[in-house]
């Protein structure tokens, strides 16, 4: 399994934000964010399901990452 690091790094990147405009845009603490990218704070899994989905939707990444579609999917 993918840790929630990778998938959050890897879904920040699609976005093209850097990490303080991407915690900004979730409204997270800057220091929270990163501390969630390094794996020195766990991130909970239904947040980063969560704002995957809200990226989808908005249109800002084009695919959810497969380690969590199964968990996003409103079907």
Known sequence: MV????LL???RSETGMSQRRF????Q???RTYED????????????LC?????LRAEGMIE???????DETNDG
Request: net charge positive.
């Open 3 to 6: 840790e929630n690091k990778e």
């Open 9 to 11: 790094k890897q879904i």
């Open 23 to 26: 915690a900004g845009y979730f």
């Open 28 to 30: 997270i603490p800057v």
């Open 36 to 47: 969630w990218e390094r794996g020195v704070r766990k991130m909970p899994r239904y947040l």
């Open 50 to 54: 969560l704002m995957a989905y809200k």
């Open 63 to 69: 695919h959810i990452p497969v380690q969590l579609e």
